[in-house]
């Protein structure tokens, strides 16, 4: 079936790094996103990958495997304000169509100081 | 910039209620998306619309009604709203597929 995980939570200090993982299985692949959503407000999209391989995007980097059905985004010199959940979303492939976007359960991630 | 606006914010209803969820865009997108986030649980599919008055179904569009009536709108209707049902409801809207605009979210509650 197809299916998106990621932890539920993830604790890191100020200042370091913390890395969000995301593992899929889906019916083809077409795309992974990542979002940060705040405590009650909407999901804001942060990284889009489709090839194989690191993407830095400064404060935030994503990977990719597509063998492996893998990726994780990577936040560096973290801020108390980085603390929110990072959803994982992935887009299937059905025949010529768009494809159906997967959302994962989101992982919590808490900055300590 | 563009912004999605959902309406109302907060949803109180009774059990078998009849419920609406509006939801507006200004960025001219083509698709538009209602989700359903549990808490523990991944967004899930409930409708998508990919022009203006076209309906297509998701993953959980059983108990759910919608209706595209232009460009810029699209609406939900929870068709008989179950006891003690909470949830938050987000629109979004993309032009392509690589990026979703999301509203801010419609809480609902059930008594």
């Known amino acids: 079936g197809q299916g998106v995980e990621q932890p539920a939570k993830l604790m890191s200090v100020e200042g370091t790094f913390a890395r969000v993982n995301c593992t899929y299985s889906?019916?083809?692949?077409?795309?992974l996103s990542w979002y940060q959503q705040r405590e009650g407000q909407a999901p804001v999209f942060l990284s889009y990958?489709?090839?194989?391989g690191l993407k830095d995007s400064g404060h935030f980097s994503t990977f990719l495997s597509r063998s492996n059905g893998y990726s994780y985004l990577l936040l560096t010199e973290l801020q108390i304000k980085d603390s929110a959940s990072y959803l994982c979303?992935?887009?299937?492939?059905?025949?010529?169509?768009?494809?159906?976007?997967?959302f994962g359960a989101g992982t919590q991630l808490i900055v300590i100081p | 910039g563009g912004i999605i606006t959902q309406t109302p914010k907060f949803l109180i209803g009774q059990e078998g209620q009849k419920l609406t969820l509006k939801c507006q865009q200004n960025?001219?997108?083509?698709?538009m998306y209602w989700y359903r986030q549990d808490s523990g649980k991944g967004l899930r599919l409930i409708y998508y619309s990919i022009t203006e008055n076209d309906l297509q179904k998701g993953d959980l569009s059983e108990g759910y009604d919608a209706s595209r009536e232009k460009k810029s709108s699209f609406s939900l209707t929870v068709t008989s709203a179950q006891k003690n049902e909470m949830a938050v409801f987000l629109c979004?809207?993309?032009?392509?597929?690589?990026?979703?605009?999301f509203g801010h979210g419609t809480k609902l509650s059930v008594l």
């Open positions: 979303a992935v887009r299937d492939r059905r025949g010529s169509a768009l494809g159906r976007l997967h």
């Open positions: 889906t019916s083809g692949f077409n795309g």
């Open positions: 960025f001219n997108h083509d698709t």
């Open positions: 979004a809207s993309s032009r392509g597929s690589e990026r979703l605009f």
């Open positions: 990958v489709v090839l194989d």
